[in-house]
């Protein structure tokens, strides 16, 4: 069985029935709908790279990588902070 992976820098341009069609019923936080409200939040300079993992012509896995710039200041304790 060949897998084909297709890349898509925006949520947008995957299908959402497609991507949501993997899903149980609570995998809220992994639904299309959801990924598109984080990525179009663009907090932290954020980079987003979905793929789609296709087998014999049907999805068979999904994935969304994320680039975030966290300022280490935000991370720090009060008294670390400059």
Do not use: K
Not at 41 to 56: K, M, P, Q, T
């Amino acid at each position: 069985m060949a897998v084909c992976v297709t890349q898509h820098d925006d949520i947008a341009e995957a299908d959402p029935e497609e991507w949501d069609s993997l899903l149980q019923p609570d995998d809220i936080q992994a639904t299309h709908r959801f990924v598109r409200l984080c990525q179009d939040a663009e907090i932290g300079n954020s980079v987003y790279r979905h793929l789609l993992f296709h087998a014999d012509g049907r999805l068979v896995a999904t994935a969304t990588l994320c680039r975030l710039v966290v300022d280490l200041e935000v991370l720090a304790s009060p008294a670390l902070r400059l």
